[in-house]
C-alpha cells in the first residue's frame, strides 16, 4: 500500500519552533483529506490536525490550537505543520495519513497510508 513519508522531526527546546513535513510519490494528495496524528510511548494515537483537500478547511486539537498551523501544496504533493511554542508534551511521533470524503476528523481509524512517522522531542 502506498505510504506517505514524514520528514523534518527532531530535538527543540521547549518554546521553540519546528517544521514538519508529508509527503507522497505515489498518488495525487488533492483528492483527499490529510491528517496529522501523534503517539507518544504508553499513550492513544491523538488528532493534531487536519486540512481538507482544497486546504481551505483546518481543524486543530483542543492541545495544539494557536501553536500549530497547518497547510498543503497539492502542486507538490505536500502537507506542512508549523509547530510553535513546543511544550514537553507534544513530544512524539508524528505521522500523516489520508481519508476520503471532504470533512475533516480525528478519528485515525477513518485514515488509511500511514507512513512511518517522524519523531519529535521536545526537551532541555
Known amino acids: 500500500q502506498s505510504q506517505f513519508v514524514e520528514s523534518g522531526g527532531g530535538l527543540v527546546q521547549p518554546g521553540g519552533s519546528l517544521t514538519i513535513f508529508c509527503r507522497v510519490d505515489?498518488?495525487?494528495?488533492?483528492?483527499?483529506?490529510i491528517g496529522w496524528f501523534r503517539q507518544a510511548p504508553g499513550k492513544e494515537r491523538e488528532g493534531v490536525s487536519c486540512?481538507?483537500?482544497?486546504?481551505?478547511?483546518?481543524s486543530y486539537g483542543d492541545s495544539v490550537t494557536g501553536r500549530f498551523t497547518v497547510s498543503r501544496d497539492n502542486a507538490k504533493n505536500t502537507v506542512t505543520l508549523q509547530m510553535n511554542n513546543l511544550k514537553p508534551e507534544d513530544t512524539g511521533v508524528y505521522f500523516c495519513a489520508r481519508k476520503t470524503g471532504p470533512l475533516c476528523n480525528s478519528r485515525w481509524t477513518d485514515f488509511d497510508s500511514w507512513g512511518p512517522g517522524t519523531q519529535v522531542t521536545v526537551s532541555s
Open positions: 486540512v481538507s483537500p482544497s486546504g481551505g478547511s483546518t
Open positions: 505515489t498518488f495525487t494528495m488533492q483528492a483527499y483529506v
